[in-house]
């Protein structure tokens, strides 16, 4: 339970790394990534849809910024992420904390992809979190988003399972690599 406070604890509090600020999410930053959401194109690999409105970002916003699940089992550390060169958002890292692993996600809005930010954003936080005892971080991918598959190889996470037909989604059976980083 000591990992899961201090966990939430961390969420609570920007992170720096290059170029990258990385803020707790709140649900104010909804008017701010509701345009970068919007691009249909950022759900290809995902079973979800675009945010039909910023109230409805907003609302999720308010539920993920009490920073727990409400079992009390899981921490909930969500940033979004702003690249200070340019002076605008470029998309969000969420991660799940159960015991000491962790699963991580993120989005990279596609203005922003391609120049480094991805890396820089998730390479911050994965290493945030083995510095503050999360042994094991994971990530669940599409085989198909090379991008995505890319990056978190670049950021030294291995391949340990492919799970076929791990979903179905906008017609079609989607395969999941399984990555870890230790």
């Known amino acids: ?17 290059g170029d990258i600020r990385l803020e ?12 970068g959401f ?10 979800q849809e675009p945010p ?3 109230d409805a970002l907003r609302a999720r916003y308010q539920r993920l910024s009490g920073r727990r699940s409400p079992d009390g089992t899981e921490a909930w550390l969500n940033w979004a992420v702003f690249h200070i060169p340019s002076q605008r958002y ?15 996600a993120y989005f990279v809005f596609k203005q922003s992809q391609g120049c480094g930010i991805g ?18 971080i994971g990530a669940s991918i599409d085989t198909r988003n090379v991008r995505s598959i890319a990056l978190v190889t670049a950021l030294g996470f291995e391949q340990v399972a492919f799970v076929e037909a791990a979903d179905t989604f906008k017609g079609a059976v989607s395969d999941e690599f399984r990555f870890q980083h230790r």
């Not at 390479?123 to 005892?133: K, S």
């Open 52 to 54: 039909v409105s910023i």
């Open 119 to 136: 890396r820089k954003a998730v390479g911050g936080i994965v290493a945030l979190l083995h510095d503050n005892g999360v042994v094991d």
């Open 38 to 47: 919007s691009d249909p194109d950022l759900y290809i690999f995902i079973p």
């Open 90 to 104: 470029a998309g969000l890292v969420e991660v799940t904390v159960r015991d000491t692993a962790a699963d991580i």
């Open 1 to 17: 339970m000591a990992l899961l406070q201090r966990m939430m604890e961390l969420a609570e509090q920007p992170v720096f790394t």
């Open 24 to 35: 707790p999410l709140l649900p104010d930053h909804a008017a701010l990534l509701f345009d």
